[in-house]
């Protein structure tokens, strides 16, 4: 289904034309985005059955092509106490440069235990985002 022949405007257009609210698109939007991942998520395994019909080349609908694919695999180490011991290691030593990232903007130098100058982390600012809450009455 191409979207761009539905017989709406574009949302983007209507914004840009100053016909909609651009505070109340985004909030609008934001709202559809939620439902649409609620809905896939309901729809998800009725479809992949309907789908399993089709075999492992699938069909075409639409001008795409769908077929079930397998997602990748996860490796879990949690229960390897090496593994463990040494993520924990290195979360103290991330831990470690942070701090001295924090110190560096209050113009101290953090010494580490042989009295060398501990590097401090780089920090990244984040985006501004456009927040949205329930308001609560």
């Given at each position: 289904?191409?979207?761009?022949?539905?017989?709406?405007?574009?949302i983007y257009d209507l914004?840009?034309?100053?016909?909609?609210?651009?505070?109340?698109?985004f909030v609008v939007l934001k709202e559809i985005e939620k439902k649409s991942?609620?809905?896939?998520?309901?729809?998800?395994?009725?479809?992949?059955d309907e789908l399993s019909k089709y075999g492992r080349e699938g069909l075409e609908m639409d001008g795409n092509q769908i077929s079930i694919k397998r997602s990748a695999g996860r490796w879990s180490f949690k229960h390897i106490k090496e593994v463990v011991d040494l993520e924990n290691e290195l979360k103290a030593l991330k831990e470690k440069h942070k701090g001295s990232y924090k110190?560096?903007?209050s113009n101290i130098t953090s010494i580490g235990e042989g009295g060398d100058v501990i590097d401090p982390?780089?920090?990244?600012?984040?985006?501004e985002i456009i927040?949205?809450?329930p308001k609560w009455i």
């Open positions: 289904m191409d979207i761009s022949k539905l017989p709406i405007k574009d914004v840009k034309e100053g016909e909609i609210d651009p505070i109340k698109a991942k609620e809905y896939k998520s309901k729809i998800e395994d009725i479809a992949l110190q560096i903007q982390a780089e920090f990244k600012e984040g985006k927040q949205i809450r």
